[in-house]
T-cell receptor, first 117, second 114 residues
Framework: AQKVTQAQTEISVVEKEDVTLDCVYETRDTTYYLFWYKQPPSGELVFLIRRNSFDEQNEISGRYSWNFQKSTSSFNFTITASQVVDSAVYFCALLAARGSTLGRLYFGRGTQLTVWP | EADIYQTPRYLVIGTGKKITLECSQTMGHDKMYWYQQDPGMELHLIHYSYGVNSTEKGDLSSESTVSRIRTEHFPLTLESARPSHTSQYLC?????????????FGPGTRLTVL
């Protein structure tokens, strides 16, 4: 079974603060892929990153960084120097290799991030 | 940037009406998906398609139906809408090849059934 847990339902920070969004996943597959999506108030989901299970190297893209740790089954997302435009719901998602032909994603419940000016 | 479109963006209808939510993509993607998302909740897969004339039900039971007559078009139909169908419906697609490519999402349709 595939499962993604985002324990933080809501987070509020003040602009310029750093914030980390937690994601814990469960899967029995040895090959899998992890994703982060952003859902702004307009409603569409915006793809942020995809990592495969064989690549535990952390990644940085501007103010965004991701920490993938297989030992703790976590794929956490950090925003450095947050901005008001970062306010959105952020979803972590899992895709297991056995379902790769289909591309079926399993989503967490999302974390609502609010950045105050 | 992904080109995937959904219409209407917002729809308020009465119980018992038949509705069709439109989803189109111009990227030539073979795989397409419909998700249902209630407020504050995760997305649940309700339908998917590998390609033309291929449709399957997803994890979440849904009274809706879909069709895939053309690659670029994946409409979702509710024969008789009920208040329990009130939700946001998101359409997505993935480019050809292995399904682990990222999914591109449309803007969604917010449906309210009175």
């Amino acid at each position: 079974a595939q499962k993604v847990t985002q324990a933080q339902t809501e987070i509020s920070v003040v602009e310029k603060e750093d914030v980390t969004l937690d994601c814990v996943y469960e899967t029995r597959d040895t090959t899998y892929y992890l994703f982060w999506y952003k859902q702004p108030p307009s409603g569409e989901l915006v793809f942020l990153i995809r990592r495969n299970s064989f690549d535990e190297q952390n990644e940085i893209s501007g103010r965004y960084s991701w920490n993938f740790q297989k030992s703790t089954s976590s794929f956490n997302f950090t925003i450095t120097a947050s901005q008001v435009v970062d306010s959105a719901v952020y979803f972590c998602a899992l895709l297991a290799a056995r379902g790769s032909t289909l591309g079926r994603l399993y989503f967490g419940r999302g974390t609502q991030l609010t950045v105050w000016p | 940037e992904a080109d995937i479109y959904q219409t209407p963006r917002y729809l308020v209808i009465g119980t018992g009406k038949k509705i069709t939510l439109e989803c189109s993509q111009t990227m030539g993607h073979d795989k397409m998906y419909w998700y249902q998302q209630d407020p504050g909740m995760e997305l649940h897969l309700i339908h998917y398609s590998y390609g033309v004339n291929s449709t399957e039900k997803g994890d979440l039971s849904s009274e809706s139906t879909v069709s895939r007559i053309r690659t670029e078009h994946f409409p979702l139909t509710l024969e008789s809408a009920r208040p329990s169908h009130t939700s946001q419906y998101l359409c997505a697609s993935t480019k050809p090849g292995q399904g682990y490519n990222e999914q591109f999402f449309g803007p969604g349709t917010r449906l309210t059934v009175l």
